[in-house]
Structure formats: structure tokens, C-alpha cells
């Protein structure tokens, strides 16, 4: 039994409080229950009773409290999930570019490995390969334009390097290089138009020597009757003076040439004395004035493909002379 008036808990058969002294108020055994189980601690005015409707109303927030879902959570889970996310993102982008930029350098290498042992088509393979691993660095697209254009495959040359254009971010070298391609593209072609009319022109020293040779042999009397002497001579060694006119210079395969030998000569001269070398190989020519001054030569029979011609026909001496050839065509 609780006293009214202090709330002291006393005997169930006390008739006095033993704390205040006050009258003890009975009630029911049930009221008393309900009173012990409403009984609780607020924090601020001490020990004080509890109404059952307050002690129900305490309950019932206290469950909704617990059973409220955390909404909150949600937002926090999926920043951090995006954040995780994002972040292995740039982990593999970061990994799988430094493992492409890793291949694309090996294959610039191979390639220039095989450039300087004249082997274009393996250099090529590799130039291409780089270009396909990142096809935003414009270092592959410009080797690639030169081996091209060291070839004389202009048009390959402008459709790399305009496929750069496209994919590289600052492409002024790339643009400065497409100019240079148009330029030599340009030259060759000028210059095929002149040799159309240059055969005619070498033709014409070869009816001055031509004389000199029957005056040689006109004292070997002996061996033909003496009505013969002139009409002989001047037929057969006209075939081989024929030949050698033809050339711009006749020994470039079996003579290690020198700069005094190419002295004198114009870029135009330069470039034909170049392909002389390969043309002597049979090898044909993409661009169409060079093949035309060519197929203008009696000696010449152009049965290769450029693309499929192989370096190693050449022996060391022209080899050697065509890096000497090209080291004059550049200055």
C-alpha cells in the first residue's frame, strides 16, 4: 500500500504511513497493482506516480519509436555505394591505361626496329597496332605518315593522318604533316608530267655519240666487206648506248655511288635515280607518273607490287646508295 500524500510504501495492513504519519487511504488489491506497475522515475521531479492512461500513452510512443523505420539509412548507403563505385571505376581506367600505354610504347619500338631493317610492312603492322591501342596520341599517326610517305603512298599517308585528325585532341602537327604530304603528292605528280617529255629529250644525246662508235670500229675492215663498215656499228652498239641514256645514273646496283656523283642533280633527278634501283627489280610504283616514266624505259619490266616488293632483293650497295640518294633529296 503507498501512502497518498509522501508516496512512502507501507504494509498492506498499516493504517498509519510510517514515513509521513498521515491516514492511510485502502483500495483494492487491483488499484494497488495498477498504481505499483504505473509507478516510475520522470528524471526531473523524482519518484512520482503514473496514471495507467499516462503509463499506456508512454508505452505506446516508446514502441512507435522503436518500430519507426530509418529512412535516413538509405541516402547514406547509396552515397557510399556510388563513391565505391566511382572510385573502382577510375582504379581500372587508370590501370588499363597505364597497361595500354605500356604496349602502345613496345610497338612504336618494334616498329622502328623494323624501319631501320626496311621491313615497311612489318613496320607498318605495328604502327597500326599502336594507333588501335590508343588511338588519341598522335605520335603513331605522324611515324606511320612518314613510313608512308617514304614509300610514296601519298594517298595512305593523308588517309592515316586525317583519321588522326579526328581522333587526336591538338592535331596541329598533324595538320602541318597532311600539308607536307599534299606537297610531295603534288611534286611527284608535276614531276611525272615532265617526264613524259624528258624520254624524247635523253634521246637526243644518244644520236651524238652514236657517231663516235662507228668511227672506232671502221678500221676493222677485215672482218665485213667494205660496203658494210657504217651501217654495222651504228646498229649494234645503238641498243646498249639506249640503255645506259635511260638511266639516270646506269650503276647505281654494283658501284657504292658518292656525294660528287649525285652533284648536279635536281630533286627531280634525285627521286628517279631512287626508284631506278628498286624499278631494276621489277617492282611497280603506285603513283602513276613515276610508273609511266618507267614504262617508258626499254629495260624496265614492272612485275611486283609495291606492297608486296621485298627489301631483301636489294643487295648492301643499292641499299647503301638509296640511304645516300635520300640523304641528298633532303637537303
Known amino acids: 500500500m503507498y501512502c497518498t500524500n509522501c508516496g512512502a510504501k507501507n504494509e498492506d495492513n498499516a493504517v498509519f504511513c510510517g514515513s ?10 487491483e488499484s494497488d497493482l495498477s498504481e505499483e506497475k504505473t509507478r516510475a522515475m520522470d528524471g526531473r521531479d523524482g519518484y512520482r506516480n503514473y496514471t495507467v492512461s499516462e503509463m499506456e500513452s508512454i508505452m505506446a510512443k516508446e514502441k512507435r519509436r522503436k518500430k519507426k523505420p530509418m529512412f535516413w539509412l538509405i541516402p547514406v548507403l547509396i552515397v557510399v555505394l556510388a563513391a565505391v563505385a566511382v572510385g573502382g571505376f577510375f582504379a581500372f581506367r587508370f590501370l588499363s591505361e597505364k597497361k595500354s600505354r ?38 603513331a599517326y605522324l611515324e606511320l605518315a612518314d613510313l608512308y610517305l617514304e614509300q610514296e603512298k601519298y594517298d595512305r599517308a593523308e588517309e592515316i593522318l586525317e583519321d588522326g585528325k579526328v581522333s587526336v585532341d591538338r592535331t596541329e602537327e598533324i595538320r602541318e604533316k597532311i600539308k607536307e604530304v599534299k606537297e610531295a603528292s603534288e611534286e611527284g605528280s608535276k614531276g611525272s608530267k615532265e617526264t613524259d617529255s624528258e624520254p624524247k629529250k635523253t634521246a637526243k644525246p644518244t644520236s651524238k655519240p652514236t657517231p663516235k662508235p662507228t668511227q672506232k670500229p671502221t678500221p676493222k675492215p677485215t672482218q665485213e666487206p667494205a660496203s658494210s663498215p657504217a651501217p654495222t656499228p651504228a646498229v649494234t652498239p645503238s641498243p646498249q648506248t639506249a640503255t645506259s641514256g635511260e638511266y639516270v645514273i646506269p650503276d647505281s646496283s654494283s658501284r657504292r655511288l658518292t656525294a660528287a656523283d649525285l652533284a648536279g642533280l635536281t630533286k627531280e633527278q634525285l627521286r628517279y635515280a631512287r626508284n631506278e634501283i628498286y624499278a631494276r627489280h621489277g617492282r611497280k610504283f603506285q603513283d602513276a607518273g613515276l ?26 650497295i643499292e641499299k ?6 635520300r640523304a641528298a633529296e633532303g637537303k
Open 291 to 316: 610508273q609511266a616514266y618507267f614504262d617508258s624505259k626499254s629495260w624496265y619490266v614492272g612485275v611486283i607490287e609495291p606492297d608486296n616488293f621485298n627489301e631483301n632483293l636489294l643487295n648492301q
Open 20 to 29: 509521513c504519519g498521515q491516514p492511510l487511504e485502502r483500495k483494492s488489491a
Open 102 to 139: 605500356k604496349e602502345y610504347e613496345e610497338n612504336l619500338d618494334r616498329a622502328e626496329e623494323y624501319l631501320d631493317e626496311k621491313n615497311y610492312d612489318k613496320a607498318e603492322e605495328f604502327y597500326l597496332e599502336a594507333v588501335d591501342l590508343m588511338p588519341g596520341e598522335q605520335e
Open 320 to 325: 647503301d646508295n638509296l640511304d645516300l640518294i
